[in-house]
């Protein structure tokens, strides 16, 4: 037992991964070396699949890409009204890199999103834009007002959401990975041939998309909610 | 001993998730079956709802994880 906790703790830290050697050397944690990589590949990706783009498509390429923005681009509308032009880049790019993240536990590497640091950070970002965009959309006045609304008395519990959103966006997401995570490292220890199989696609393939769906789709919804 | 027992006691909150979500699926399978032109915004709504039901046994299961590994 003693064993098995001392190595599950060690597999919790977030480990640097490289120094920057400059002022006495930066540590990069290695969630932000892989969602470098991740960044990269997605760059690269999307330059090889608007190369040479045409105005009747013949190749396969940008039948992808076009499919995939129209994607996005859909699912914005449908859920935003609209206003879903400002809003479908950020959106596409958050659910492309969080489907990225969670699937790069299955190519060995730690998925970021195991990394509490990062899901802070994302849930921190969706909610400036829920209520930047609430802001910006009815005004100050408007903007406050909605904090009223539906009835005057629900108030407080308008302006404790401010706080338990991102909360719950950023443990929800970490949770379900970390959880994914930690009960794959016991299967191992029990019984590491063929049984992990099953269980891997679970826990990195399904419950990783799912994740990365659900992110995307209640920071649409409470979007949704305040821009209306 | 105590803290297993009280890493156990939080775990329990799995229970009220899986019944949520069990009930869940059972209600958007009735209402697929009902409307199968309806299906994608039910299981759109079906995603949604369980994962909002999920997070509670998530809460419960780092609450027991924190306790056994992190005291």
Redesign the interface.
């Known amino acids: 037992m003693e064993d098995i ?1 001392a190595e ?2 060690a597999q ?1 830290q977030n480990k640097t991964a490289f120094e920057i050697p400059i002022f006495g050397g930066i540590a990069i944690p290695q969630s932000v070396a892989v969602s470098w990589g991740i960044i990269i590949l997605l760059t690269a990706l999307a330059i090889f699949l608007t190369r040479g783009m045409q105005l009747r498509p013949t190749g396969k390429r940008q039948m992808i890409a076009e499919w995939l923005v129209g994607f996005i681009n859909d699912f914005c509308k449908d859920s935003l009204g609209h206003h879903w032009r400002t809003f479908a880049p950020y959106l596409g790019s958050v659910g492309l890199y969080l489907a990225c993240a969670n699937l790069s536990g299955l190519f060995g590497v730690t998925p970021p999103t195991k990394d509490l640091n990062v899901t802070a950070g994302l849930a921190l970002m969706s909610v400036v834009l829920i209520y930047g965009a609430s802001f910006r959309v009815h005004g100050l006045g408007g903007g406050l007002k909605k904090f009223a609304e539906p009835v005057a008395i629900v108030a407080p519990l308008n302006i404790l959401e401010i706080g338990i959103r991102p909360l ?1 966006l950023c ?2 997401l970490f ?2 990975i ?2 994914g995570f ?1 009960i794959m490292e016991l299967i191992k220890m029990v019984i590491p041939v063929v049984l992990p199989i099953p269980f891997s696609l679970y826990f990195d393939v399904f419950d990783g998309m ?2 990365a ?2 992110f995307v ?2 920071t649409t ?1 409470f979007l949704a909610e305040s821009i209306e | 001993m105590g803290i297993a027992i009280g890493a156990g006691i939080a775990v329990l909150t799995g229970l009220g998730a899986g019944v949520g979500i069990g009930l869940a699926t059972a209600k958007s399978s009735e209402a697929i079956a009902r409307q199968p032109e309806a299906a994608g915004q039910i299981s759109k709504n079906l995603i949604l709802g369980c994962a909002l039901a999920e997070a509670t046994a998530i809460y419960g299961f780092l609450i027991a994880i924190l306790l056994i590994f992190m005291s």
Do not use: H, P, T, Y
């Open positions: 906790k599950l703790v919790l719950s443990m929800r949770g379900n970390f959880a930690v799912i994740q769906v659900v789709f209640l919804l």
